[in-house]
Protein backbone atom coordinates (compact mmCIF):
# COMPACT_ATOMS: atom_id res chain seq x y z
CA UNK A 1 0.00 0.00 0.00
CA UNK A 2 2.83 2.71 0.85
CA UNK A 3 4.31 1.95 -2.46
CA UNK A 4 0.96 2.89 -4.06
CA UNK A 5 1.12 5.88 -2.56
CA UNK A 6 4.91 7.37 -3.24
CA UNK A 7 4.10 6.42 -6.93
CA UNK A 8 0.70 8.07 -6.83
CA UNK A 9 2.73 11.28 -5.06
CA UNK A 10 5.02 11.25 -7.78
CA UNK A 11 2.69 11.48 -10.54
CA UNK A 12 0.60 13.87 -9.00
CA UNK A 13 3.27 15.82 -8.14
CA UNK A 14 4.28 17.00 -11.46
CA UNK A 15 1.28 16.95 -13.22
CA UNK A 16 -0.31 19.58 -10.55
CA UNK A 17 2.97 21.71 -11.48
CA UNK A 18 2.14 21.43 -14.64
CA UNK A 19 -1.91 22.30 -14.41
CA UNK A 20 -0.56 25.21 -11.94
CA UNK A 21 1.77 26.32 -14.35
CA UNK A 22 -0.70 26.27 -17.58
CA UNK A 23 -2.86 28.11 -15.25
CA UNK A 24 -0.52 30.80 -14.68
CA UNK A 25 -0.36 31.30 -18.24
CA UNK A 26 -4.01 31.29 -19.11
CA UNK A 27 -4.23 34.21 -16.23
CA UNK A 28 -1.55 35.98 -17.64
CA UNK A 29 -2.67 36.48 -21.30
CA UNK A 30 -5.80 36.91 -19.47
CA UNK A 31 -4.35 40.03 -17.50
CA UNK A 32 -2.80 40.98 -20.68
CA UNK A 33 -5.44 41.01 -22.76
CA UNK A 34 -6.95 43.30 -19.77
CA UNK A 35 -4.44 45.84 -19.40
CA UNK A 36 -4.48 46.26 -22.83
CA UNK A 37 -7.68 46.88 -23.12
CA UNK A 38 -7.36 49.44 -20.76
CA UNK A 39 -4.97 51.13 -22.77
CA UNK A 40 -7.12 51.34 -25.65
CA UNK A 41 -9.55 52.85 -24.25
CA UNK A 42 -7.46 55.52 -22.85
CA UNK A 43 -6.14 55.86 -26.56
CA UNK A 44 -9.68 56.02 -27.86
CA UNK A 45 -10.20 58.76 -24.79
CA UNK A 46 -7.31 60.99 -26.51
CA UNK A 47 -8.91 60.02 -29.90
CA UNK A 48 -11.73 61.60 -28.80
CA UNK A 49 -10.19 65.18 -27.86
CA UNK A 50 -8.02 66.08 -30.85
CA UNK A 51 -10.58 67.21 -33.09
CA UNK A 52 -11.59 69.83 -30.48
CA UNK A 53 -7.91 70.38 -29.50
CA UNK A 54 -7.24 71.09 -33.41
CA UNK A 55 -10.20 72.92 -33.68
CA UNK A 56 -9.50 75.28 -31.09
CA UNK A 57 -5.81 75.40 -32.49
CA UNK A 58 -7.15 76.06 -35.85
CA UNK A 59 -8.85 79.72 -34.83
CA UNK A 60 -5.42 81.12 -33.51
CA UNK A 61 -2.84 79.62 -35.83
CA UNK A 62 -3.90 78.90 -39.36
CA UNK A 63 -0.68 79.07 -40.95
CA UNK A 64 0.26 76.00 -38.39
CA UNK A 65 -2.02 73.66 -40.42
CA UNK A 66 0.78 71.24 -40.98
CA UNK A 67 1.01 70.59 -37.89
CA UNK A 68 -2.21 70.24 -37.24
CA UNK A 69 -3.28 68.06 -40.63
CA UNK A 70 -0.29 65.90 -39.95
CA UNK A 71 -1.85 64.76 -36.07
CA UNK A 72 -5.31 64.52 -38.04
CA UNK A 73 -3.88 61.85 -40.38
CA UNK A 74 -2.52 60.63 -37.32
CA UNK A 75 -5.19 60.12 -35.48
CA UNK A 76 -6.85 58.06 -38.30
CA UNK A 77 -4.51 55.61 -38.93
CA UNK A 78 -4.31 55.08 -35.08
CA UNK A 79 -8.08 54.37 -35.48
CA UNK A 80 -7.53 51.57 -38.27
CA UNK A 81 -4.42 49.99 -36.78
CA UNK A 82 -5.10 46.04 -35.93
CA UNK A 83 -1.73 44.90 -34.36
CA UNK A 84 -0.78 45.77 -31.20
CA UNK A 85 2.47 46.93 -32.34
CA UNK A 86 1.74 48.87 -35.12
CA UNK A 87 -0.75 50.76 -32.95
CA UNK A 88 1.81 51.24 -30.60
CA UNK A 89 4.22 52.78 -32.97
CA UNK A 90 1.16 54.91 -34.09
CA UNK A 91 0.84 56.12 -30.69
CA UNK A 92 4.12 57.17 -30.00
CA UNK A 93 3.71 59.73 -33.23
CA UNK A 94 0.56 60.96 -31.87
CA UNK A 95 2.32 61.93 -28.48
CA UNK A 96 4.75 63.85 -30.89
CA UNK A 97 2.39 65.22 -32.53
CA UNK A 98 0.49 66.24 -29.30
CA UNK A 99 3.67 67.71 -27.96
CA UNK A 100 3.84 70.10 -31.68
CA UNK A 101 0.63 71.61 -30.93
CA UNK A 102 1.08 72.78 -27.53
CA UNK A 103 4.65 74.23 -28.83
CA UNK A 104 2.50 75.93 -31.65
CA UNK A 105 0.43 77.44 -28.87
CA UNK A 106 3.14 78.54 -26.75
CA UNK A 107 3.38 80.96 -29.80
CA UNK A 108 -0.15 82.83 -29.38
CA UNK A 109 -0.57 84.15 -25.66
CA UNK A 110 -4.42 84.09 -26.87
CA UNK A 111 -4.39 80.72 -27.35
CA UNK A 112 -2.98 79.86 -24.22
CA UNK A 113 -5.47 82.11 -22.24
CA UNK A 114 -8.50 80.87 -24.19
CA UNK A 115 -10.49 78.67 -21.31
CA UNK A 116 -11.45 75.59 -24.34
CA UNK A 117 -7.61 75.44 -24.87
CA UNK A 118 -6.44 75.35 -21.42
CA UNK A 119 -10.07 72.35 -20.46
CA UNK A 120 -8.49 70.45 -23.25
CA UNK A 121 -4.92 70.69 -22.56
CA UNK A 122 -5.90 69.55 -18.86
CA UNK A 123 -8.16 66.96 -20.20
CA UNK A 124 -4.95 65.46 -22.59
CA UNK A 125 -2.59 65.54 -19.73
CA UNK A 126 -4.99 64.12 -17.59
CA UNK A 127 -5.53 61.54 -20.14
CA UNK A 128 -1.50 60.93 -21.33
CA UNK A 129 -1.01 60.41 -16.85
CA UNK A 130 -3.81 57.70 -17.65
CA UNK A 131 -1.90 56.13 -20.38
CA UNK A 132 1.02 55.98 -19.27
CA UNK A 133 -0.48 53.91 -16.33
CA UNK A 134 -2.36 51.78 -18.07
CA UNK A 135 1.16 51.55 -20.50
CA UNK A 136 2.81 50.28 -16.93
CA UNK A 137 0.55 48.00 -16.02
CA UNK A 138 0.57 46.17 -19.41
CA UNK A 139 4.53 46.53 -19.50
CA UNK A 140 4.59 44.91 -16.17
CA UNK A 141 2.13 41.83 -17.61
CA UNK A 142 4.31 41.42 -20.39
CA UNK A 143 7.71 41.06 -18.49
CA UNK A 144 5.55 38.17 -16.53
CA UNK A 145 4.40 36.54 -19.31
CA UNK A 146 8.22 36.91 -21.29
CA UNK A 147 9.90 35.93 -18.09
CA UNK A 148 7.51 32.54 -17.58
CA UNK A 149 7.75 31.89 -21.75
CA UNK A 150 11.90 32.36 -21.60
CA UNK A 151 12.41 30.34 -18.51
CA UNK A 152 13.21 26.65 -17.99
CA UNK A 153 10.77 24.05 -17.40
CA UNK A 154 8.11 26.61 -17.75
CA UNK A 155 9.09 27.21 -21.13
CA UNK A 156 8.55 23.75 -22.34
CA UNK A 157 4.64 24.64 -21.17
CA UNK A 158 4.51 27.65 -23.16
CA UNK A 159 5.84 25.98 -26.55
CA UNK A 160 3.60 22.58 -26.03
CA UNK A 161 0.55 25.33 -25.71
CA UNK A 162 1.78 28.32 -28.17
CA UNK A 163 2.36 31.17 -25.15
CA UNK A 164 4.84 33.50 -26.93
CA UNK A 165 6.75 36.49 -25.50
CA UNK A 166 4.83 39.71 -26.30
CA UNK A 167 6.61 43.47 -27.15
CA UNK A 168 6.55 45.79 -24.64
CA UNK A 169 4.17 49.21 -25.40
CA UNK A 170 6.78 51.85 -25.11
CA UNK A 171 9.12 54.46 -27.56
CA UNK A 172 11.01 52.83 -30.05
CA UNK A 173 13.17 55.63 -31.14
CA UNK A 174 15.13 57.14 -29.08
CA UNK A 175 14.87 60.18 -31.20
CA UNK A 176 11.19 60.18 -30.30
CA UNK A 177 11.82 60.64 -26.70
CA UNK A 178 13.43 64.75 -27.48
CA UNK A 179 10.81 67.16 -27.12
CA UNK A 180 8.97 68.56 -30.12
CA UNK A 181 10.43 71.76 -32.26
CA UNK A 182 8.51 73.76 -33.97
CA UNK A 183 9.44 76.93 -35.86
CA UNK A 184 7.29 79.73 -35.86
CA UNK A 185 9.00 82.07 -38.35
CA UNK A 186 9.29 85.60 -38.47
Known amino acids: MPDILIFAALLAVPLIWFVANYNRFVRLRRHLDESWSNIDVELKRRHDLIPNLVNTVKGYAAHEKQVLERLIELRAEAMAERSRAALARREQQIEVGLAGVFAVAEGYPELKADAQFRSLQKELALTEDRI?????????????????????????????????????????????????????GS
Request: aromatic share 14%.
Open 132 to 184: AAARRFYNGNVRDLNSLCEQFPTSIIASMFGFATQEFFQLGDPAERDPARVDL
